[in-house]
């Protein structure tokens, strides 16, 4: 029972340097977010898809872009990767958005990936 | 901006101690309130949710919920070694563009010694 899987766990890239965080979830949720996690700064959510074939921006999506792929897989781009983006990377999934009628509001969280840019 | 404010800690109790976490909030319109546990280079779980005004209880976890004071808390009663963890206070947004996002403090950090 994998549940949400992150690829990959660890990655060091040069500043300008680009790549692409895989998710995937194998429990047929509808939405999925991508979040970051900063020593002393909490998770923040960087983009979400409340379904599939939809993307919306969170509270810090400058320097990201997204892609629903199908309703398992949701990707996270870094274009130009800087040293401010140096971050724990965290995708997660829920049934149904966290904002509609559903009353199991849980996200399920993948390992995470460990991210540096130098 | 929500605001989700935690005693940043580190808080440390005995082994069989109540743990008591605290969380304020900005946003007065918030319904839903969370706490996630998160052990050392793990990722957050759910553990607790509550949405109405007073106490409930799973276990030895109780979470408080007070809307007026915009405060919410997490008591650990009987605390265990297997305790220590930092814990997330979430809070949804109710708010028209932000509905449904999750809004997390910056955590506390709990060890429980033997």
């Known amino acids: 029972n994998a549940g949400v899987t992150q690829t990959p766990k660890f990655q060091v890239l040069k500043t300008g340097q680009s790549m692409t965080l895989q998710c995937a979830q194998d429990m047929n949720h509808n939405s999925m977010y991508w979040y970051r996690q900063d020593p002393g700064m909490g998770l923040r959510l960087i983009y979400y898809?409340?379904?599939?074939?939809?993307?919306d921006k969170g509270e810090v999506p400058n320097g990201y872009n997204v892609s629903r792929l199908n309703k398992r897989e949701f990707s996270l781009r870094l274009e130009s990767a800087a040293p401010s983006q140096t971050s724990v990377y965290f995708c997660?999934?829920?049934?149904?958005?966290?904002?509609?009628?559903?009353?199991?509001?849980?996200?399920?969280f993948g390992s995470g990936t460990q991210l540096s840019v130098l | 901006q929500k605001e989700v404010e935690q005693n940043s800690g580190p808080l440390s109790v005995p082994e069989g101690a109540i743990a008591s976490l605290n969380c304020t909030y900005s946003?007065?319109?918030?319904?839903?309130f969370f706490w996630y546990r998160q052990y050392s280079g793990k990722s957050p779980e759910l553990i607790m949710s509550?949405?109405?005004?007073g106490d409930k209880e799973d276990g030895r976890f109780t979470a408080q919920l007070n809307k007026a004071s915009q405060y919410v808390s997490l008591l650990i009663r009987d605390s265990q070694p297997s305790d220590s963890a930092t814990y997330l206070c979430a809070v949804r947004s109710d708010r028209g563009s932000t509905l449904g996002r999750l809004y997390f403090g910056r955590g506390t950090q709990l060890t429980v010694w033997p």
């Open positions: 997660a999934s829920s049934p149904q958005p966290l904002g509609g009628p559903a009353a199991n509001e849980k996200l399920f």
């Open positions: 509550i949405y109405s005004n």
């Open positions: 946003d007065r319109v918030s319904q839903s």
């Open positions: 898809s409340a379904s599939e074939g939809t993307t």
